[in-house]
């Protein structure tokens, strides 16, 4: 007699559960459904800035390339990736709205393991280019790290690698 109890109680519970309604209007089953859609909806952390499936972020403080990187890593992610002229117009906004000016800044780029070997922090394909004329030149054989913003034309440059400057990290959303 219990268990039919129990189980008629589980089962009016489960009903009126169903049934209800918020003030708003929307039945509580939706309103489970919509905040479960809420939590796995995904965007940037505080600061980041969306664009095209990852979240950027400048960062102004002059650093060195390896120890931009790090940076970067520790919050998950890698000095960015260009991957086409929308990406760098974003990175340039970036680094604008940080700055008031398009500062000569460090990307994920570098051919350090082997000269003229580009390829990006984060693994993806170095294919984009954006090099300003004669670049890049490893002058005197040590430039391995890209900065861009270089010049009048804020193209891409090859310079080295211990160079104090800002940086834009970038990790997927």
């Given at each position: 007699m219990k268990t039919l109890t129990v189980s008629a109680l589980v089962c009016a519970l489960m009903v009126l559960t169903r049934a209800?309604?918020?003030?708003?209007?929307?039945?509580?089953k939706d309103q489970i459904a919509k905040?479960?859609?809420?939590?796995?909806?995904?965007?940037c952390p505080g600061?980041?800035?969306?664009?095209?499936?990852?979240?950027?972020?400048?960062?102004?403080?002059?650093?060195?390339?390896a120890k931009a990187e790090k940076n970067c890593e520790s919050m998950g992610g890698?000095?960015?990736?260009?991957?086409?002229?929308?990406?760098?117009?974003?990175?340039?906004?970036?680094?604008?709205s940080g700055s008031h000016e398009h500062k000569e800044t460090w990307v994920g780029g570098s051919d350090a393991q082997e000269e003229k070997q580009w390829f990006w922090a984060?693994?993806?394909?170095?294919?984009?280019v954006n090099w300003c004329d004669r670049e890049p030149n490893n002058s005197r054989g040590r430039q391995h790290c890209l900065q861009v913003n270089?010049?009048?034309?804020?193209?891409?440059?090859?310079?080295?690698?211990?160079?104090r400057k800002p940086s834009v990290c970038a990790k997927k959303i």
């Open positions: 209800a309604v918020l003030p708003d209007g929307m039945p509580v905040s479960h859609l809420v939590k796995r909806s995904v965007s600061g980041w800035s969306p664009f095209d499936g990852r979240c950027f972020r400048y960062f102004p403080r002059p650093l060195t390339w890698n000095l960015a990736s260009v991957h086409n002229i929308l990406e760098y117009h974003e990175i340039q906004r970036l680094i604008l984060d693994g993806t394909p170095f294919r984009y270089h010049r009048a034309e804020k193209c891409w440059d090859d310079v080295e690698c211990y160079f």
